[in-house]
């Protein structure tokens, strides 16, 4: 756990420090770390077993984990772009490619499942596997699409998508703490990670944008990011002003918008 919170809530930060800061290499830097590390810890929920079975790897395991975790998220180390550009990006994105394709088709499989009545016969399913499978059915659907999903995003020219998986992994990584320091307690009552799993399909399915919603109401404001959240918006905004109208229209168009945004705040003072 101690491990899982060092690694987490330095990069949830910047993270969220990235997205709502102008210009996407930092949101590049850190995609690339979550990546890399739901990658990590994906592929190392089968080591308590494991463990077990070999003392000398329960005894070493965590100071090798926190060293990991260390060297991807240290600036001068920058194991995370270093293991991207060797290892994800030539072998990896291109086998994510094909998978994403693939894994769209069942996304609209859930949201049809999601619109009808079978919701039900799913969740009686779920609630009848092992503790550890149901542990285990909760770590994959937060980590193995979204994985997919956000390495072809970065591969992929202008795609907005970006923003939104990295508000995701910021959101998912604290879920993720929450239940690993919980499930000590309260993992064996059945409804525990049924409701992780559905607050994990809740930040990621296009129908609910939860991590979205999430990010913008409570991690945004507890992180003191809101005024460079606003800002971006307002890039953003522009941009997309930029895009709709033909490059002899942009000097009058940007600026009776600047000359609206500014009489709107008169106005408000006005008012107060």
């Known amino acids: ?3 899982l919170i060092v690694g987490t809530l330095i990069p949830v930060y910047e993270s969220i420090v990235a997205v709502c800061t102008i210009g996407v290499s930092d949101d590049l830097e850190w995609i690339q770390f979550w990546i890399v590390n739901a990658t990590f810890t994906y592929a190392t929920e089968f080591m308590d077993s494991f463990k077990e079975n070999y003392p000398l790897v329960a005894e070493h395991w965590y100071e090798f984990e926190f060293f990991a975790t260390l060297w991807f998220l240290l600036p001068f180390t920058d194991g995370s772009t270093l293991f991207y550009d060797v290892i994800t990006a ?5 086998i994510c490619v094909r998978m994403n394709k693939a894994m769209e088709g069942y996304i609209e499989i859930i949201l049809g499942i ?3 009545g079978y919701m039900w016969m799913i969740w009686t399913v779920f609630l009848t596997l092992p503790e550890e499978a149901r542990r285990f059915v909760v770590v994959a659907v937060g980590t193995v699409y979204p994985i997919v999903a956000s390495t072809v995003t970065i591969t992929t020219e202008e795609s907005d998508d970006e923003t939104f998986w990295l508000t995701y992994w910021a959101c998912f990584s604290l879920l993720f703490i929450m239940m690993d320091c919980l499930e000590e307690f309260v993992g064996s009552i059945r409804g525990f990670y049924s409701i992780c799993l559905v607050l994990t399909v809740y930040l990621f399915l296009p129908m609910f944008q939860g991590a979205n919603v ?6 945004v404001p507890l992180s003191g990011q809101y005024e460079n959240m606003l800002l971006r918006d307002a890039y953003l905004v522009k941009r997309e002003i930029e895009k709709k109208i033909p490059q002899a229209m942009h000097e009058r168009v940007l600026s009776k918008t600047a000359d609206m945004f500014r009489s709107t705040t008169t106005t408000t003072k006005k008012m107060e």
């Open 1 to 3: 756990t101690g491990v």
């Open 90 to 94: 030539p072998y990896i994105t291109p």
């Open 114 to 116: 999601v619109n009808t």
């Open 214 to 219: 999430v990010f913008r109401k409570v991690l």
